[in-house]
């Protein structure tokens, strides 16, 4: 069985944690910032998890992580 490529740019986005999970950061965070709130602004710098929705597909794009 050959070696499987890990999707590099989902390397870059996500990690994954000891229980299995995997962690993304939000978005709307890179710019147009000063129409946004300093609440709203807050609480997008905070880590969250990927949804158990897309979680399988996060998982065979980083089959070592």
């Given at each position: ?19 299995g999970k995997f962690k993304r950061g939000q978005s709307k965070m890179r710019h147009i ?33």
């Open positions: 069985m050959p070696k499987l490529k890990t999707h590099s740019g989902a390397a870059k986005r996500f990690k994954k944690t000891a229980s910032l000063t129409s946004k709130s300093v609440k709203t602004k807050r609480h997008l710098r905070q880590i969250t998890l990927v949804s158990v929705a897309d979680t399988p597909k996060v998982a065979r794009m980083l089959p070592y992580a």
